[in-house]
């Protein structure tokens, strides 16, 4: 069965403070997808990154940046010079990778707040 | 192209009554998933479908059901409606391209409230 865990509830932050989100994960599958999702308080879901479990490679994307660890079923995620428009609930996800049961499985979420 | 898109935003129901839910996907995408999403429980997957089969099931009682159309549009319907149903039901629309999995884009959601 797979599991991942977001251990932060919620965090709180002051505008340009840098902020680590976590995420540990369980899987038996060799090949797996990690995401993670934005949640605004419009409530949709927004997409923010895939990451394939045979590419280690850390990724940045502008202010984004995730560090996955397979040594350690982490996947990381870091907001560098946080901005209030971050404050959204952030959700780490994980799925199969094959056709068919692609199913995610999704964290409790962290809400981040970051404050003027 | 527009996006993923759910009717209606927002429902009010009574305990016992039923619901549909519709989903478009974006134009193209061929597989719709859908979840529910409640304070208590989180995120969980309620099924997925493709091709107007359904490919995938959560692990949700019979009331949850759902179809796919030859146009890609989705249904799902609750049957029986209790209080713990009252959630934010998520679509998910997904291109399917290959054997491996692609992105998967999220609509906005019906708020569903069971009185």
């Known amino acids: 069965a797979q599991k991942v865990t977001q251990a932060q509830t919620e965090i709180s932050v002051v505008e340009k403070e840098d902020v680590t989100l976590d995420c540990v994960y369980e899987t038996r599958d060799t090949t797996y997808y990690l995401f993670w999702y934005k949640q605004p308080p419009s409530g949709e879901l927004v997409f923010l990154i895939r990451r394939n479990s045979f590419d280690e490679q850390n990724e940045i994307s502008g202010r984004y940046s995730w560090n996955f660890q397979k040594s350690t079923s982490s996947f990381n995620f870091t907001i560098t010079a946080s901005q209030v428009v971050d404050s959204a609930v952030y959700f780490c996800a994980l799925s199969e990778a094959y056709t068919g049961r692609r199913a995610l499985t999704f964290g409790s979420g962290t809400r981040l707040q970051v404050q003027p | 192209k527009a996006g993923v898109t759910q009717t209606p935003r927002y429902l009010i129901k009574t305990r016992g009554q039923q619901v549909t839910l519709s989903c478009s996907p974006i134009?193209?995408?061929?597989?719709v998933s859908w979840y529910q999403q409640t304070p208590g429980q989180g995120l969980q997957f309620l099924f997925e479908?493709?091709?107007?089969?359904?490919?995938n099931k959560g692990n949700f009682p019979g009331r949850f059901s759902g179809r796919q159309f030859s146009n890609s549009r989705s249904e799902m319907n609750v049957s029986t409606l209790e209080l713990g149903d009252s959630a934010l039901y998520l679509c998910?629309?997904?291109?399917?391209?290959?054997?491996?999995?692609?992105?998967?884009?999220f609509g906005p959601g019906t708020r569903l409230t069971v009185l």
């Open positions: 134009s193209g995408h061929r597989s």
């Open positions: 998910v629309s997904s291109l399917e391209q290959g054997a491996r999995t692609d992105t998967q884009y």
């Open positions: 479908y493709f091709s107007e089969t359904q490919r």
